[in-house]
């Protein structure tokens, strides 16, 4: 038995995921090899007994993770892992991302698993990219925004959040193509989408959804500050200079703002609204923001 206990120890030390086994207080008992290299724990103090919170404050004292309140983290963890169940995806400083495991034993005991997911993450991620990122403006395309904006519509039904979303068109594009070739219409529409990402917050998204159109998503935002979004977006893409050789090329925008209200049907309905709106604000003469209101003529701010 002892010989067959070796090689089991043996074997498992020479597989490339990290192995933690925990008797039944949540004491190792055996910590393989690749758990070691993982974490940078001490290779002659893997044979040592340590509890399950020890394990857990190395890697947080060893800066491979951060939380806000390690105490109640480290709770958090252990009554997991005596419950027998726990899986979850960590996010490590580096950028390596460590699926872990808890597989409850025979006996009483736990086996921890630590496997490095960073590379099939990374695929995913660049598959996802490729997918729902436009190429020449790295926003969101078209199908992709549909995709998120039929989510946020879904929210806005169920806990009745405020939604609103801006239509945006570049004045004149044909225009700047004609004039200045479409290597430089390339680069204004560029230099649209990079502002449309960095003016919103981490909720808002951005996305082409056609030529020199765009939208973008407001969250939890009502109509009045939708307003002070899109005119803060119409003045920052007024600004921007965009040069062909020594001369500047001036871009401007006109902005639809529309508000979800329960009478839209879907999405489509609440985008349908914001696209008028943007053609009131260039029949209105362009480089303006203008809304839609339910039961009332678009106006302009």
Known sequence: MDEWLENLRDALDHIDYGV?????????????????????FPQEEANQPHSFARIMQHGYTHAH?????????????????E????????????GRVIRFACIPLPLGGRMLTYADQTE???????????????????VYNRRYLYVLGQNEVAMSR???????????????FKRINDAHGHSVGDAVIRAVA?????????????????????????????LAAALQVGERLRSTIAEVDVWTGSEKVRVTI???????????????????????????AKRSGRNRVCSAQEDSEPGSV
Request: hydrophobic share 40%.
């Open 65 to 81: 993770y951060k939380v806000d309140d390690v105490d109640a983290y480290v709770a958090e963890r252990i009554a997991r892992v």
């Open 20 to 40: 933690v086994l925990l008797d039944r207080t949540l004491t190792s008992r055996f910590i393989n090899r690749a758990f070691c290299e993982m974490w940078t």
């Open 83 to 94: 419950e027998g169940h726990d899986t979850r995806m960590l996010q490590l400083l580096d």
């Open 120 to 138: 099939l993450v990374n695929t995913i991620q660049k598959l996802e990219s490729v997918v729902n990122i436009d190429e020449l403006t790295q």
């Open 158 to 172: 169920r806990y009745g959040r405020t939604l609103s979303v801006l239509m945006l068109d570049i004045d004149h």
């Open 254 to 280: 006109s902005v639809g703002v529309a508000q979800w209200h329960d009478a839209d049907a879907g999405f489509e309905d609440l985008l349908r609204r914001a696209d008028a709106a943007l053609y009131a």
């Open 194 to 222: 990079r502002s449309c990402r960095e003016i919103g917050r981490s909720t808002d998204s951005a996305g082409r959804v056609g030529g020199e159109e765009f939208a973008v998503l407001l969250p939890e935002t009502s």
